[in-house]
């Protein structure tokens, strides 16, 4: 079973910077693509930033610049580095393992909230 654990949220000031960890039950290379999404209240989940398992990223525009994503398949776990938040990066961010198969199937870690607020 695909288990995923989320950490390194928590408040920030405006124009600090977090780290958040996305570590996998099971190898991160046998998915097609390793991603964070977020969701603010009221709104709906939106895709931060994805990782394919050559390496490729790709970026929100509302991200692009200053969030950064990583993987380290030895440790089976996905990284978001976010640098210059903004109180908008306010949300509880997800991590998401993509596989592809025949159809698609979505894994969901449980969440961590990230506050942007001085």
């Known amino acids: 079973q695909v288990q995923l654990v989320e950490s390194g949220g928590g408040l920030v000031q405006p124009g600090g910077s977090l780290r958040l960890s996305c570590a996998a039950s099971?190898?991160?290379?046998?998915?097609?693509?390793m991603g964070w999404y977020r969701q603010a209240p009221g709104k709906q989940r939106e895709l931060v930033a994805f990782?394919?398992?050559?390496?490729?990223?790709n970026y929100a525009d509302s991200v692009k610049g200053r969030f950064t994503i990583s993987r380290d398949n030895s440790k089976n776990t996905v990284y978001l580095q976010m640098n210059s938040l903004k109180p908008e990066d306010t949300a509880v961010y997800y991590c998401?393992?993509?596989?592809?198969?025949?159809?698609?199937?979505?894994?969901w870690g449980q969440g961590t909230q990230v506050t942007v607020s001085s």
């Open positions: 998401n393992a993509r596989r592809l198969v025949a159809s698609v199937y979505d894994y």
């Open positions: 099971v190898s991160i290379s046998s998915f097609n693509t």
């Open positions: 990782i394919t398992s050559g390496g490729s990223t």
